[in-house]
């Protein structure tokens, strides 16, 4: 049968690659697919049909893709990630295959512009920020440079909530991304897998004599894979990004069916489905909730079983399983997935625990994100058993047998051990999942050189002591088609005039336009860009939420999660100095260059303190735009729900880029790579991957300010005050003083009286430690802007010299330092 169907299967081939091969096409899908005629359509149709089309060029790709690395038999990469912060797909799957003219060119002769069903598409939000991001970017590098690799992940009913103010205070509406269909996935229900939580275990002898342990499970859900493309870079090839959508399993039915309890039925139904119906929107302090972790369990457990059941020959030998699959671990999410492949091999298939141990450890390798102790997960021993109680018996071994190697080696050394344990015993019994991560991964990286230094000396040094070679840095990056090619076509047009197309695929040689520096023709059309990339902001604000922004100021923009370490806060102390200065008269609003602060931030819901900041910087913005004394001088904007499709318009026109989180606090950032590759300074501190940037483009081309890391612990050990630097700081003191006489809450004290007192009396992130170098900085910002030539000198080498922040350098380093995979031979 099989043998039949491989000789009569006829090739599938793409429409033709011109016009009037897409117009026969996109008028099939709208007729056929859509079922309307091109008078009756409406934009949706449009885009709909427009997305299927777009998605039929890639399919023979994806295909071809797909059996290529079935047959080759290499090794893949299984990204494992709870997030995928994807962005739009229609733009990315045009540049990708070269369609995008042929498309604007063939739906104008249907009078149908392009840009019009663009602004159609809602992006998949399924991802908080940096984390979630570095995934697509990584999935796109790996497709781009032709090697095999599987992203695991959720699909999410609800990605990321939609961010609006509401008198600038925000408020959280559910983002129903899925409502006017998805055209993107591809869903195989029939492909479903079981996954089962709960129960008890219990021991047994085997048909060998030989006693084991099996799960007995009180209830099982089933996982069905929805299928994205992840389309290289005009290379022919397709990934695949395979999400997992929670269903009642064939039990519920029959419940439903047998028992007359119809109600009680639908409700287990809806019970089983709730686990993938919405991202948790925390984005640094996991919550120890039930159902987060029965969403990590659910998404791993559903991909390991796909990649040995499917991905894998039916008669693989398991013991070479680490020959073909790394399991990347996105953060701590997945790392349930540790326990879960020792089940399946220990429990299903009766290895010995060792030969299981010995397998196990070659297939997963784990990132780190992070370096703030509280975010680190750690799940209560009473959940994680009542949910995974064969699970927990494995880490409870894996640990045993760790502890005993580590009191072999430290004989004595009982701290140790208790530093060292997977099972922490304060304030509750819980398993600590960096620790378990670290012990079962055979490699362990942070995500800047900074990051991973820290890791090593501060998070992990029991860790890094023991297996020093275990432990790696790779720089984090950015891809350059969405964040260069597609959001800025204009700078993308200019680089590829002066150096060639190749810079799309091989970042470093933006090298190349290096000497363009000093051509003043070239800074002339660069200033070009720039300016227009600031009217399509313009345009852009102006439509989407009524914002108007001033014609002719420096675009200052500070995008990212909003979070007390990343401080927010500074930047609004700044803007409140420079205001209170001019209204007080001590600064002359037309000395300065104008400029446009430009925030984008969502607050996890639960955060009341960033919730807090978020509204201050609206009720300060409106207090300053509305002053005639500033006379345009400061203008503050905040659009409502930055996401990725924002970012591409904001980004290209700013020219100055905030990253000013304290130093030893920010992992990596990835907006800050965004920004030098789109022409902004940087304003800094001396964290994550700023250091890096800063090295690259070269102390001159960057703003850096504040307290370095060891100054920080310094400050911290010996005891930070931070009255004391209020007191002594009139430019400070003033600042503080506006914000706590309620001048930005019409003259009520109380609004913003929690950030005032969390200023003067904690500061955990020493924010009045550094405000007067940050204004300081900020001041040699004002006066480097003044000289035209010389900014945008800066600015063209920050572009060129950033080509190491591609997603693909990183991609590269993964294989390298970690992976040891190889993509497929070019054909
Ligand atoms: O990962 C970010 C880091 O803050 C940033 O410095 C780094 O560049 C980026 C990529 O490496 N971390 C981040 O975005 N983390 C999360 O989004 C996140 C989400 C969920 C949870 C924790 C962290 N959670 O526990 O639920």
């Known amino acids: 049968m099989t043998e039949n169907r491989a000789n009569s299967t006829a090739p599938v081939t793409a429409p033709q690659h011109s016009v009037e091969g897409f117009v026969k096409e996109f008028l099939r899908e709208l007729h056929f697919g859509q079922g309307v005629t091109l008078e009756r359509a409406s934009v949706n149709d449009e885009y709909l049909a427009l997305a299927r089309t777009v998605r039929e060029y890639l399919m023979a790709r994806w295909l071809e893709t797909v059996r290529r690395q079935r047959d080759a038999q290499a090794k893949s990469v299984a990204y494992l990630s709870a997030e995928y912060l994807l962005g739009r797909q229609l733009d990315n799957a045009l540049i990708a295959t070269d369609m995008t003219e042929i498309v604007e060119e063939g739906l104008a002769s249907l009078g149908i512009e392009l840009s019009t069903l663009r602004e159609q598409e809602v992006e998949p939000g399924l991802g908080n920020g940096g984390l979630g991001r570095l995934a697509a970017c990584f999935v796109d590098s790996l497709a781009t440079m032709s090697v ?310 501060k998070v992990l040094p029991d860790f890094s002591e023991y297996w020093p070679d275990k432990f790696t840095n790779v720089t984090n990056g950015v891809t350059p088609r ?90 609004v102390l700044h803007i409140v100095s420079l205001y209170e200065r001019i209204i007080s008269g001590e600064l002359d609003p037309t000395s300065i260059p104008p400029r446009v602060f430009a925030f984008g931030a969502k607050a996890a819901p639960g955060y009341k303190m960033a919730k807090q900041t978020i509204a201050l910087i609206n009720h300060v913005g409106r207090v300053v735009n509305d002053d005639p004394r500033v006379k345009g001088a400061l203008t503050v904007v905040f659009p409502p729900n930055y996401n990725v499709t924002l970012a591409e318009t904001l980004i290209p026109a700013a020219d100055l880029s905030e990253q000013i989180s304290l130093a030893g606090k920010e992992a990596s950032g990835t907006g800050n790579m965004k920004f030098a590759l789109n022409g902004a300074l940087t304003i800094g501190t001396d964290d994550g991957a700023n250091v890096e940037i800063r090295e690259l483009v070269g102390d001159e081309n960057f703003f850096l300010f504040g307290l370095v890391e060891p100054e920080v612990d310094a400050l911290v050990t010996a005891g930070y005050h931070p009255s004391s630097y209020y007191e002594e700081n009139p430019t400070l003191r003033r600042a503080i003083d506006r914000i ?88």
């Open 148 to 457: 095999p690799c599987i992203g695991y992940g959720i699909r999410y009913e609800y990605g990321i909530f939609r961010q609006t103010f509401v008198d600038g205070f925000q408020v959280e509406q559910a983002d129903t991304w899925l409502t006017l269909g998805a055209p993107w996935e591809f869903p195989h229900p029939e492909a479903a897998v079981t996954v089962h939580f709960g129960g008890s275990t219990e021991r047994y002898t085997d048909d060998d004599g030989v006693e084991r342990t099996r799960w007995v499970p009180a209830w099982d859900v089933l996982g069905v894979p929805y299928n994205y493309m992840v389309p290289g870079y005009q290379n022919g090839r397709v990934n695949t990004l395979r999400l997992w959508s929670a269903r009642a399993t064939k039990a519920f039915d029959l419940a439903i069916f047998n028992s007359g309890e119809y109600v009680d039925a639908v409700r287990a139904q809806t019970f089983a489905e709730n686990i993938s119906k919405v991202l948790y929107p925390e984005d640094s302090t996991p919550q120890g909730k039930e159902l987060r972790l029965q969403q990590q369990y659910f998404f791993v457990a559903c991909s390991i079983r796909d990649f040995v059941d499917n991905v894998l020959p039916a008669d693989f030998d398991l013991h070479n399983l680490p020959d073909r699959i790394i399991f990347q671990l996105n953060d701590t999410h997945p790392v349930i997935a540790v326990p879960e492949l020792m089940r399946i091999l220990v429990d299903e298939k009766k290895w010995d625990w060792d030969e299981a141990w010995a397998v196990t450890q070659k297939c997963f390798a784990y990132t780190c994100h992070t370096l703030l102790p509280e975010a680190l997960e750690v799940w209560p021993v009473a959940l994680l058993g009542k949910l995974l109680p064969r699970h927990l018996e494995i880490i409870y071994r894996i640990n045993d047998d760790f502890l005993a190697e580590v009191a072999q080696r430290y004989p004595g050394d009982e701290l140790r051990l208790r530093r060292m344990s997977i099972i922490a015993e304060y304030p509750e019994r819980s398993v600590r999942m960096a620790f378990l991560a670290t012990v079962a991964g055979a490699k362990v990286n942070g995500v800047a050189a900074l990051h991973s230094q820290l890791l090593r000396d």
């Open 740 to 827: 706590a006489s309620g001048a930005f809450a019409g003259g009520d004290r109380t609004v913003f009286e929690p950030i005032v007192s969390n200023l003067l009396h904690e500061d955990r992130f020493l924010v009045l430690a550094d405000f007067q170098a940050y204004l300081d900085a900020q001041d040699r910002v004002d006066a480097a802007y003044r000289d035209t030539e010389a900014w945008t000198r800066s600015a063209i080498l920050n572009v060129a010299r950033s080509g190491y922040f591609s997603s693909d350098r990183a991609m590269w380093d993964y294989i390298d330092r970690i992976w040891h995979s190889q993509p497929l031979a070019a054909r």
């Open 482 to 571: 969405r964040f260069v090619r597609l959001a800025n076509p204009a700078l993308s047009e200019l680089i590829t005039d002066a150096i060639g197309p190749g810079w799309l695929t091989d970042l470093a040689r933006l090298r190349e336009m290096e000497p363009l520096a000093d051509d003043a023709e070239f800074r002339e059309k660069f200033r070009a860009v720039k300016a227009h990339n600031k009217q399509r902001l313009s345009a852009l604000l102006q439509r989407r939420d009524g914002i108007t922004l001033p014609g002719d100021a420096m675009l200052d923009v500070m995008v990212k999660r909003l979070h007390e370490y990343k401080r927010q806060t500074l930047k």
